[in-house]
């Protein structure tokens, strides 16, 4: 069974079902069907074997049975081969047929068969060819229920359900402080303007941008929020989008961050193991952890990747996503980084934005007052503000 492809989340989840009715749910069927025939006619006429053979003895046993479509199933039958049998073939076979359907089927054989079909309706002749994520978890454990009723093994519908989801749609941001934040929509919405810009001038390649500020400025805060913005204006449903934080304050975080970097694109988890039980020096871990997600990251139509908490650049910067190579078009780099000298210049793939002036009076007197409890129009909010140089950690240790 190959990948499920990626074209929206209601489309992947049609095809996945029907991937599963056309290669899961036959096979346990054609089990279903040589099981009951050699229950009743391996003593007599040999187990089936799918020749013509056994292929006759069915379709002679058949011959006087009408019904729509009788010379293909009967062709069918008489080859022999159930490996050549879709779902329709099948169902006449086991519910229908003299041989069986009549020949005191099971009860709850002959329910959950029919439960089958009905499903298999539904997806092969659907008008609508995408199916949400509750409709495809309903189906999904009706087909469970029906194959452990049946005895069939349900592995392959697990693995289906694995493969539908190696290019979900995923974010990791930032963790929320333990204090207030308020929302600083103006920054928010001049970053989103310049990382726009920033697409459109590099035509989707692979662009930085750098927020920088002293501690306690509220630069990884910043970046939550905007990630949030950011996956909300992303049709995340309609193509595979994600937003992650790498943790980059020094090589062990950064490593650790692209572990689970790694496994979030699903990347072959022997692999993955291979690099981390390797002799080599932690830098080239982290490289060989950043060329298997290279490996995955193409299926992903538009991602950012934040790299939270940089304290030294140099060290850092070898280890990300590099510009120019082409297996990282589509995303977007952000930075969140103390020392402002570090950060390369503006131009048509840089940009950057410095945070070390603090948050505007209304923002700051807006957090004060949630911290506080005081009347948000209180002058004394912005004296404080002001002794405090505007900055959120400052006036969210002070208002407690």
């Keep these: ?36 025939w050699n229950t ?21 046993r058949e011959n006087t049975r009408s019904r729509p479509n009788k010379n293909m199933y009967q062709a069918k039958f008489q080859q022999g081969d159930t490996n050549q049998w879709d779902c329709s073939v099948l169902f006449d076979a086991i519910l229908y047929s003299n041989s ?16 089958i079909r009905n499903m298999r309706n539904k997806i092969m002749h659907a ?54 934040v308020v929302y600083r929509s103006e920054k928010i919405k001049e970053i989103q303007q310049k990382l726009q810009r920033l697409r459109i001038d590099s035509d989707g390649k692979l662009t930085y941008f750098y927020i920088s500020g002293n501690p306690g400025s509220g630069k990884s805060q910043l970046s939550r929020q905007l990630g949030e913005d950011l996956l909300k204006s992303a049709n995340w449903e309609a193509e595979a989008t994600f937003v992650m934080t790498l943790k980059a304050k020094d090589l062990d975080a950064l490593q650790h961050s692209y572990e689970d970097f790694c496994r979030r694109l699903n990347c072959s988890e022997s692999s993955l193991i291979t690099v981390m039980n390797s002799c080599n020096p932690q830098v080239e871990k982290i490289k060989d952890l950043r060329s298997l997600i290279e490996s995955r990251i193409k299926n992903w139509k538009r991602w950012w990747i934040i790299v939270d ?65 005081t009347d ?25």
């Design 40 to 60: 009743r006619y391996q003593a007599s006429l040999g187990a089936w074997d799918d020749t013509s053979v056994s292929g006759l003895q069915l379709f002679h």
């Design 127 to 180: 008008d609508d060819t995408t199916l949400s994520d509750a409709d495809f978890q309903t189906m999904i454990s009706d087909v469970e229920k029906a194959f452990k009723s049946l005895s069939l093994p349900v592995r392959d519908i697990t693995q289906m359900k694995i493969k539908r989801n190696l290019y979900k749609s995923f974010h990791v941001l930032p963790p929320k402080p333990s204090h207030e």
């Design 376 to 400: 948000v129009n209180d002058p004394l909010l912005d004296e404080v503000a002001e002794k405090l140089d505007f900055q959120p950690l400052a006036i969210a240790a002070a208002a407690v």
């Design 100 to 115: 069986i359907g009549k020949s005191s089927l099971n009860p709850t054989i002959k329910t959950e068969v029919d439960n």
């Design 309 to 373: 908490n940089v304290e030294i650049l140099e060290d850092i910067s070898p280890l990300l996503p590099q510009m120019g190579d082409e297996v990282w078009n589509n995303g977007q780099i952000i930075i969140t980084i103390q020392n402002t000298n570090e950060v390369p210049s503006d131009n048509l793939r840089n940009q950057r934005i410095s945070l070390s002036r603090g948050m505007k009076d209304e923002e700051c007197r807006q957090l004060l007052s949630i911290l506080s409890g």
């Design 1 to 36: 069974m190959s990948d499920v492809p990626w074209e929206s989340e209601g489309k992947r989840n049609y095809i996945c079902m029907q991937n599963i009715i056309i290669d899961v749910v036959s096979e346990g069927l054609r089990n279903v069907f040589k099981n009951e």
